[in-house]
């Protein structure tokens, strides 16, 4: 049981370049979710979906795309990378009904 | 808004000590409150899950407590071991947009020293 997956863990991008930071579970929740982590700031919520076809807008979105094709994968597409995007990114999962989260390992993006 | 505190943002304590972190939050109307615990380089694992309905939560040596009414969460370490070392984050969770999300605090950085 993999949980929830993420790639790459580790990226180093130049200002104005694009990427995708990859989420996958196998636990088919319907939740999904990405969070950032920056210091001192705890975890803020960046783009959210409750199911394939679904996606919403959480706390920090601007900067960020994400879609939501299939149940088990929901990535998420920096168009246009900034420094201020330099962050721990986190994808994490649950059933609708559920209390409790599954985090993935974490992404570390560095934008120079 | 709803936000969730924590202070200290780093504690250092010997092994054997017991010790408290906290967490609080400013809108006492919710239905639960999460303790997670974040090893460097690695995701949230949950820890406790305490509803708001309870007073206390168990889990071996962690204690959760709520008390809603005062806005605040205490995390309750028994015996502290180097093992322990982690940084702790308490959430809440919020209804915004078509979802129930949570909100964290920014987390205490526990070292345990041998």
Not at chain 1, 30 to 54: K, N, T
Not at chain 1, 67 to 95: G, I, K, M, W
Not at chain 2, 100 to 106: E, N
Request: charged share 15%.
């Amino acid at each position: 049981n993999a949980g929830v997956t993420q790639t790459p863990k580790f990226q180093v991008l130049k200002t104005g370049q694009s990427m995708t930071l990859q989420c996958a579970q196998d636990m088919n929740h319907e939740y999904m979710s990405w969070y950032r982590q920056d210091p001192g700031m705890g975890l803020r919520l960046i783009h959210y979906s409750v199911g394939a076809g679904i996606t919403d807008q959480g706390e920090v979105p601007n900067g960020y795309n994400v879609s939501r094709s299939t149940t088990e994968d929901f990535p998420l597409r920096l168009l246009s990378a900034a420094p201020s995007q330099t962050s721990v990114y986190f994808c994490a999962s649950r059933t609708g009904s559920a209390n409790v989260l599954t985090f993935g390992a974490g992404s570390r993006l560095t934008v120079l | 808004k709803q936000e969730v505190t924590q202070i200290p943002a780093a504690l250092s304590v010997p092994e054997g000590e017991n010790l408290v972190l906290n967490c609080s939050f400013t809108d006492s109307a919710i239905y639960n409150l999460q303790w997670f615990r974040q090893d460097p380089g690695k995701g949230l694992t949950s820890l406790l899950l305490i509803q708001s309905s309870q007073r206390e939560q168990t889990s071996g040596r962690l204690n959760a407590s709520l008390d809603k009414s005062s806005g605040r969460s205490t995390l309750y370490i028994a015996a502290s071991q180097p093992g322990d070392s982690a940084t702790y984050l308490c959430a809440v969770p919020t209804f915004s947009g078509s979802a129930r999300q949570l909100t964290f605090g920014s987390g205490t950085q526990l070292t345990v020293l041998p």
